[in-house]
């Protein structure tokens, strides 16, 4: 897919991401598993994450995530329901610490938590991959990352078989964060991560943990800083190098990858003086999901 830009007087670029011709299959090593059951699972979850969980349905897929009561990103989380209670696909390096949390939380509550064993498989890249069989799921974050299967049902026959590094790439040829490669938890707010844009809050299901903070954001209708990507020439800068607009802050780098990377930027400040990191230019590069956002931010510091 060729890229399509339209250079804005913000020094802004919107663009269609570049995509593999192949679709591929991987599995996700990184990923891990937590079963959540019993006659309270539903409103126990409720009352924790940000996605509505009185309405998920037996077999759909949504995205989530925990937050910190000041409204931080602590974990964000896919939700596979079934009949009798969901399975979260979380980052592995945060099962240990995710399960104990909600332990925590669970007080009294008529829940079951167990770690199961289990594969997650992605089907991504090509244009417009269909939908493969039964027990796969579309990514509820965009369509364009493609199909998700926690270990119950086989790739389509025919398929190259892909590494968790293809899917990285793809994900950040998207602009789509990710909660290890951009350190976000514990460090930044649910919208400065863009999960409003991924569909991971839903701002009408009532409480939440960190509800407060995130409302408040989301009714004030622009945030000033989010996670955007960067394009640039040569070799990737260093994850939490600075990026410069003139002489002033802007944000730092995140996760990065050749040619491209994300970072978390001021976008008021963004929007101004060409923007650097040790002293290279870069371009703020936006899909065309986040476009809208990255837009009124500019429009208000105007």
């Not at 991971?200 to 954001?217: H, I, L, P």
Request: charged share 25%; with cysteine.
């Amino acid at each position: 897919m060729t890229l399509a830009r339209r250079r804005l007087d913000t020094q802004v670029c919107v663009m269609n991401p570049p995509s593999s011709s192949e679709t591929l299959c991987a599995v996700l090593p990184e990923r891990a598993l937590i079963a959540v059951a019993g006659p309270e699972w539903r409103s126990f979850l409720q009352g924790l994450i940000t996605q509505d969980v009185e309405t998920l349905a037996d077999g759909e897929l949504r995205y989530a995530a925990l937050l910190t009561p000041q409204g931080r990103l602590l974990y964000d989380l896919f939700l596979f329901g079934h009949a009798e209670g969901a399975t979260l696909d979380v980052p592995s390096a945060f099962r240990d610490s995710l399960l104990a949390k909600l332990k925590l939380y669970r007080l009294r509550a008529k829940v079951e938590l167990s770690a199961p064993d289990g594969d997650i498989h992605v089907l991504f890249g090509g244009d417009g991959t269909p939908a493969p069989g039964p027990g796969w799921r579309l990514d509820p974050r965009l369509p364009e990352l493609g199909w998700r299967t926690v270990g119950e049902a086989s790739p389509p026959a025919g398929l190259r078989t892909g590494a968790a590094e293809d899917y990285d790439a793809h994900r950040l040829r998207l602009g789509v964060p990710d909660i290890l490669r951009d350190a976000l938890s514990d460090k930044d707010y649910a919208l400065e991560a863009n999960l409003d844009l991924l569909h991971a809050v839903d701002f009408r299901k009532g409480c939440f943990v960190g509800q407060e903070t995130t409302s408040r954001m989301k009714r004030r209708s622009v945030v000033k800083s989010r996670l955007v990507p960067i394009t640039f020439e040569g070799p990737p800068p260093a994850p939490g190098a600075e990026v410069l607009a003139g002489t002033l802050r802007a944000g730092e780098v995140r996760s990065t990858g050749a040619g491209r990377a994300l970072a978390l930027l001021r976008l008021d400040r963004a929007a101004g003086a060409g923007l650097t990191v040790d002293g290279e230019p870069v371009c703020l590069d936006t899909p065309e999901w986040l476009a809208d956002a990255v837009a009124a931010a500019v429009s208000a510091a105007a």
